[in-house]
């Protein structure tokens, strides 16, 4: 494991630029690390279905949770801009080296981008990334139950649902909520991307 420093971010891991017809998407830099990315994971419209809703984030958390992504082998935290540049989410990718596996988050943070399509084609774009280019054979994450326009991303691009953790997670509303499973095999995406072949046309990958 890298030694993990605050306000220093380790070495990044997967130095790729990734860019579609609406959105670019990069491994984080130090300047994302501001007071306008802190002000989301604060916001409680924003961060309803994040873990960090749990505590008040401090810039110390964010380079935190950067430097443990980075800590580990081919794991990366990405920043999501638009073409004309302004930082709009991020993307998390944690491999588990041992299964062979990528456990998959997305966040778009900044409001005004929000149910634009921004964050279905940059998932889109980082799940042929990531199999393509990078040979994962699985990814996989959780989304809580009542994040509906999450897991109907998921699922619409191909991902099934695998199962549910009953009551897992104290939702904003200080009730218990369920959280559900997704994944996808490589093969399951080789044949789901030709429904996306519009978009994946425009894609190009670069290293950054």
């Given amino acids: 494991m890298k030694n993990i420093n605050s306000k220093k971010l380790l070495p990044i891991n997967m130095n790729s630029i990734i860019e579609g017809h609406m959105v670019i998407i990069k491994p984080i830099s130090k300047k994302e690390i501001n007071k306008t990315y802190l002000s989301w994971l604060n916001d409680s419209q924003i961060n309803k279905y994040l873990e960090v809703r ?3 984030q401090t810039i110390n958390g964010i380079f935190d949770y ?4 980075r800590s580990r082998e081919n794991s990366e935290v990405f920043a999501i801009f638009t073409k004309k540049g302004i930082h ?7 491999y588990d080296k041992d299964n062979k596996y990528v456990e998959y988050g997305i966040m778009i943070g900044n409001k005004k981008a929000q149910m634009l399509g921004l964050g279905g084609e940059a998932t889109i774009l980082m799940f042929e990334f990531l199999f393509k280019n990078k040979g994962f054979r699985k990814i996989f994450n959780g989304v809580i139950s009542k ?6 991303l998921f699922e ?3 991902s099934t649902r695998e199962g549910i953790l009953r009551g897992q997670c104290i939702c904003s509303s200080k009730k218990p909520c369920d959280v559900y499973l997704y994944g996808i095999l490589r093969k399951e995406w080789l044949n789901s ?3 996306y072949l519009n978009i994946l046309k425009n ?6």
């Fill in 88 to 94: 709009i989410g991020n993307i998390g990718v944690i």
């Fill in 193 to 195: 991307r030709k429904k």
């Fill in 54 to 56: 749990h505590n008040k």
């Fill in 203 to 208: 894609i190009k990958i670069k290293n950054g």
């Fill in 66 to 69: 950067v430097n443990s992504h």
């Fill in 156 to 158: 619409s691009i191909g």
């Fill in 147 to 152: 994040n509906e326009s999450s897991w109907k």
